[in-house]
């Protein structure tokens, strides 16, 4: 058991360029999630994926980001049009989806829109 | 839906000292509760969870809370701070379906 991976750590983009993470959960959990981190803020909610299916988004989901988990495996997360407020740490996480398990995170990926 | 309040941004205590986080959590369902600490640069880590029986939580590096439904609260206490507990600690709530929603945080800073 590696833990939940993210990869890349870090990006840095130009405004208006697309961007894609991925993350690899625990082998076995079939829940995953999407957060949203920024300096001095808790995690917000994006998204989150019961095996293949994406079961709820939040508001704050743009239409400029898009999330797929293809075979309830690994995850993506895109931005299109990149803007310097989507600059934040993007955090994964995993669950075996039994009712009151904890979330596993993953260590991120810090994007940076210049 | 749930949602989760942390009275407190930040909170300075000495080393040694009690240290007492305020969470207090709004669900329509009996919630499952969660503590997290994130040291810098690094993902969010189990501190500890309450879901059903003993209100009473303990977890890692000698932090406990306790579940209190009249108060709705879930606060995180230490009875002696040391050093390496400086960290942001996050509360969470979750429902049955795990739903998992965090609140804004609270950086603890350790005083020598």
């Known amino acids: 058991d590696t833990g939940v991976s993210q990869d890349p750590r870090h990006k840095i983009t130009k405004r208006g360029q697309n961007v894609t993470f991925r993350c690899d959960p625990i082998?076995?959990?079939?829940?995953l999630y999407w957060y949203r981190q920024t300096l001095g803020q808790g995690p917000e909610f994006l998204t989150y994926?019961?095996?293949?299916?994406?079961?709820?988004k939040s508001r704050l989901l743009s239409d400029r980001f898009s999330a797929e988990r293809p075979k309830g495996s690994f995850s993506t997360l895109e931005i299109q049009r990149t803007e310097q407020g989507d600059s934040a740490m993007y955090l994964c996480a995993s669950s075996p989806g039994r009712k009151g398990t904890e979330a596993f995170f993953g260590q991120g990926t810090r994007l940076t829109v210049v | 839906a749930q949602s989760v309040t942390q009275l407190g941004s930040h909170v300075s205590v000495s080393e040694g000292a009690l240290v007492l986080l305020r969470c207090n959590y709004s669900?329509?369902?009996?919630?499952?509760l969660f503590w997290y600490v994130q040291y810098p640069n690094q993902g969010l880590q189990l501190l500890l969870k309450?879901?059903?029986?003993?209100?009473l939580v303990k977890g890692i590096n000698g932090f406990e809370a306790e579940f209190k439904k009249s108060e709705t609260s879930f606060h995180l206490t230490k009875p002696s701070a040391h050093m390496s507990d400086a960290a942001e600690y996050f509360c969470?709530?979750?429902?049955?379906?795990?739903?998992?929603?965090f609140g804004a945080g609270t950086r603890l800073t350790v005083k020598p």
């Open positions: 082998s076995e959990h079939n829940r």
């Open positions: 994926f019961q095996n293949e299916a994406q079961l709820e």
């Open positions: 669900s329509s369902v009996p919630p499952y």
């Open positions: 309450y879901t059903t029986g003993a209100t």
């Open positions: 969470a709530v979750s429902d049955p379906d795990n739903d998992m929603r």
